[in-house]
């Protein structure tokens, strides 16, 4: 293979609508604070061995595809065999209904940075949909994932309804596992078509003949569920002693949900993108009690939600059973695409973002951890994890307020697990001349998750590995334009991917970091570019919250959350520290902060919120009967009777009063008086702009009068304009009839009678017709009804 760097890179924010809602877009200046100048804070490099390199892929035909991504690296260690896995596929750019998929796997060997192919396998998928939603071109996950054994020399093929093992050496295929759907009536599904998903596997320790796979599937019941199954490992056929393992989503990662069907509802339905999942056993020593016999982790990863649990297996009951985090529970994470969210270390696990209720609070707060350490440990004759450290990592600064990335995490087991890499890459596209962050690994000790080396790469980055000569390889994929064809008719997402063609790449760097070097600089540390080199990561941002505009090429300016104010983003926290004012900043818990780089911390809108406890949350939200910059001022409004105005401003028009009446018998602008209306002889006149009580109008009509009054007096003026009516017709009737009277009984008039009217008429109006032209200078033909125009004037 020669190593080829892509030239054409492309942008887009457009296939990725979906934005952090949390935060406030905005970048304030702040004056550099220089630290020690003779420290540098600055992430050694690890060097780029090779330029990025393109796979040679291509169907029977040899035509190559529209679309390839590698979405899966394996190295088998014992023959030194790198592994590619992924997805490419062909869509008609004329008619994008026209799709064709292939699964395909690649080994190679390599020595002195040079790499030969050993073969490579292409399968068809015979159906690459499920349901009615197509699986990958619409997003950027593909379903593909390649294992390698620890020992033997399997490898494993998964995705789709798809587990096969093949022979490292050949390619050979062995075996291809038989997998049991998930519901046994399909029927009674949404989703009969959606089968099940195997994202990842894992082997126990000491147990070298069994593989235990993880992925998804919908249940009967219409649910997305984990699956859990263990196989076989020479033969394909489900373990004898294993049954199929299946949780719901909110049994596994998050808190308990009983209160919230709604959003249980949600989390557990089968949705358009399955989730992935994560399975990892122990690579240290096993801990085991009387009870727990075994155990693995399982995480997964769900749109932008993020959980984990132990699987541990209690032998007493001869049953597996979920064990999650007393303080452990899901919320939404600051990513929007998550392949492999934590990975089994020596002591325990570490995961990958925080889904904690810190987790929650960094949301609003600024500085989210991305990496969380856990020791699994037995206190009390139990298995129970601790924290041993919170940490964030980095992917190349703040050039701008985007959080949107995608994330995998994987370890080094060749360094005895002490190593793991952190690897990002920005959902966007390039476009010629347009700034995009370049995709990011990130270097971490395990012990206590210290930043200690990183690398940029130039193509959207998905997984890493290590081999035996101490490289580190990435994958992924590289945007590659095309915009020959003319857009399609009916414009639409799927319509629009034929022109943003991509094609599967990977990249070889150094996993020893160079000292004195400088890829970018150690999170909250910035450049001072007047000094040049010396100046590299020595100032250090002075952001109290949110994010600093950091890295290499930041100037140590602050981005806002929507709890946090000023130039250097303080904590909106109901304190005193709002610079030159002794005004408290605005309460999280009473009111809405006036935010952001020019916000003054005070509150802009008051509410009242009720939490009677956390975990689950049960929180209940009103408008509250306060108002004012620090929500403490009492409304005037009557908040039984009315909704209160709660502005922070005070000064503004009818802060504190009634915005309206909830109640009709109330009025007045704090609706606080009762209307006490005699129905019979008035009304309320309610709401903030009533006046209360009002007597019937009768239009000016005599009050003490009945209604015998007003009918005897409509009845005589009936009579007097009939009477004036009939007069009128009766002596127009006689000018027409010989004096004869009006008819009291209308009768039928004889035929010739009418015709003799009919032609009265027509003469009436022939003498009228004849009238007019003589007047004007026209000559009237009767001749079937035309009228000739013989006006000399006119034009012929």
Not at 22 to 48: D, R
Request: proline share 5%; glycine share 8%; net charge negative.
């Amino acid at each position: 293979l020669n190593f080829q760097r892509q030239t054409f890179t492309m942008s887009t924010a457009a296939l990725f609508l979906l934005s952090l809602l949390h935060y406030v877009h905005g970048q304030t200046s702040q004056p550099s604070l220089q630290g020690n100048e003779t420290k540098h804070h600055c992430i050694n490099e690890l060097k780029a061995i090779s330029e990025p390199t393109h796979l040679t892929l291509s169907n029977a035909d040899g035509i190559p595809p529209n679309y390839s991504s590698i979405s899966s690296v394996a190295y088998h260690y014992n023959t030194s065999t790198l592994l590619f896995a992924g997805d490419f596929f062909y869509i008609d750019p004329k008619d994008t209904k026209k799709r064709t998929y292939y699964q395909y796997f690649q080994a190679f060997t390599h020595t002195n940075n040079k790499f030969e192919i050993k073969y490579s396998k292409n399968i068809s998928f015979t159906n690459p949909s499920f349901g009615n939603q197509l699986i990958t071109h619409e997003s950027l996950r593909s379903w593909t994932r390649i294992i390698a054994h620890p020992s033997l020399p399997y490898i494993f093929l998964l995705g789709v309804n798809n587990l096969t093992a093949f022979n490292v050496t050949d390619g050979s295929q062995i075996w291809t596992a038989q997998i049991k759907p998930c519901a046994e009536n399909p029927k009674k599904t949404n989703n009969p078509d959606r089968p099940v998903i195997y994202n990842d596997a894992t082997f126990f320790k000491g147990d070298i003949d069994h593989i235990l796979v993880g992925g998804t599937c919908v249940s009967q019941w219409n649910k997305t569920v984990i699956v859990l199954d263990e196989y076989d490992v020479k033969t394909g056929v489900v373990s004898s002693t294993w049954k199929r393992l299946q949780y719901n989503l909110t049994e596994v990662g998050f808190f308990e949900l009983e209160n919230h069907p709604k959003i249980a509802d949600i989390l557990d339905g089968a949705g358009l993108v399955p989730p992935e999942i994560t399975i990892k056993a122990p690579v240290g020593k096993t801990i085991n009690t009387t009870i727990e016999d075994k155990y693995f982790y399982v995480g997964f990863t769900h749109l932008m939600f993020s959980g984990l649990a132990r699987m541990e297996y209690d032998k007493i009951s001869d049953d597996w059973r979920v064990k999650k985090w007393a303080d452990h529970w899901t919320l939404v994470n600051p990513s929007f695409v998550v392949h492999r969210n934590l990975v089994a270390t020596n002591d325990g696990l570490i995961s990958l973002l925080d889904p904690s209720i810190n987790g929650l609070l960094s949301l609003f707060l600024g500085h989210m951890k991305h990496l969380i350490g856990w020791e699994t440990k037995k206190e009390l004759g139990q298995l129970d994890e601790h924290e041993i450290f919170n940490k964030s990592t980095w992917y190349a600064g703040h050039e701008k307020y985007d959080l949107h990335l995608d994330w995998t995490l994987s370890i080094d087991p060749l360094s005895n697990y002490e190593n793991i890499y952190v690897t990002t890459a920005p959902l966007e596209l390039q476009l010629p001349g347009a700034f995009v962050k370049n995709s990011t690994i990130a270097k971490h000790h395990v012990a206590f998750g210290d930043l200690i080396g990183g690398a940029q790469v130039p193509f959207y980055a998905i997984d890493s590995i290590v081999t035996n000569d101490g490289q580190l390889v990435t994958v992924g994929f590289e945007w590659t334009p095309s915009m020959n064809e003319e857009l399609p008719k009916n414009f639409s997402l799927s319509g629009y991917l034929p022109y943003l063609e991509r094609k599967a790449v990977f990249q070889v760097f150094n996993n020893t970091e160079t000292e004195g070097s400088c890829v970018g600089c150690k999170i909250d540390y910035y450049s001072n570019t007047s000094l040049g080199d010396d100046g590299l990561c020595i100032n250090e941002c002075n952001c109290e919250n949110g994010y600093c505009n950091d890295d290499l090429k930041g100037d140590g300016s602050c981005y806002c959350t929507i709890m946090s104010f000023g130039k250097t983003c303080k904590a909106c926290d109901g304190t005193r520290n709002i610079p030159d004012s002794k005004m408290r900043s605005c309460d999280p818990l009473r009111g809405i902060c006036d935010s952001g780089p020019t916000g003054s911390g005070t509150c802009k809108f008051c509410y009242s919120i009720d939490l009677e406890h956390l975990i689950p949350p049960n929180i209940s939200i009103g408008i509250g009967d306060e108002y004012g910059p620090e929500c403490d001022y009492p409304c005037t409004c009557e908040t039984e009777n009315g909704i209160c105005y709660t502005t922070g401003d005070i000064d503004a028009p009818h802060a504190g009063e009634c915005l309206f009446c909830s109640d009709s018998n109330f009025w007045g602008p704090n609706c606080d008086k009762a209307c006490d209306c005699d129905t019979e002889k008035g009304y309320c006149d309610n709401g903030v702009h009533g006046t209360g009580c009002i007597a019937f109008d009768y239009g000016g009509l005599l009050k003490n009068k009945g209604w015998q009054f007003y009918t005897a007096i409509g009845s005589c003026l009936f009579i007097f304009f009939f009477t004036i009516t009939f007069w009128s017709s009766n002596k127009h009737y006689k000018e027409h009839n010989n004096g004869e009277s009006l008819p009291w009984c209308p009768k039928r008039e004889k035929k010739e009678n009418v015709d003799k009217d009919r032609k009265k008429d027509n003469d009436l109006n022939e003498r009228m017709l004849n009238a007019n032209n003589n007047g004007n200078g026209h000559h009237v033909q009767q001749n079937d009804n035309y009228l000739l125009d013989e006006d000399s004037n006119e034009p012929p």
